[in-house]
């Protein structure tokens, strides 16, 4: 890799969003919870199915949001 293409590709990393930055949102479950329903949407599963992995990943989102709270 040339020294140009390495120096860009560093200077576009620097400026990067990082994903652990003190300013990244708070969870927003109404937002998560309507991704959740549209990437389910594409799977060919029966709506019961769909429903159930919905409720679990919900659940399982609402338990790690009080876990982050509580520390």
Not at 17 to 40: C, H, M, S, T, W
């Given at each position: 890799?040339?020294?140009?293409k390495y120096d860009?590709?560093?200077?576009?990393?620097?400026?990067?969003?990082?994903?652990f930055d003190a300013e990244f949102k708070e969870f927003d479950r109404e937002k998560f919870g309507e991704e959740i329903?549209?990437?389910l949407e594409k799977f060919n599963l029966p709506s019961e199915a769909r429903r159930q992995i919905f409720s679990l990943l919900m659940e399982d989102a609402d338990k790690q949001q009080a876990q982050k709270k509580q520390s």
């Amino acid at each position: 890799m040339s020294k140009k293409k390495y120096d860009r590709l560093a200077q576009d990393l620097e400026n990067a969003p990082k994903v652990f930055d003190a300013e990244f949102k708070e969870f927003d479950r109404e937002k998560f919870g309507e991704e959740i329903q549209n990437i389910l949407e594409k799977f060919n599963l029966p709506s019961e199915a769909r429903r159930q992995i919905f409720s679990l990943l919900m659940e399982d989102a609402d338990k790690q949001q009080a876990q982050k709270k509580q520390s």
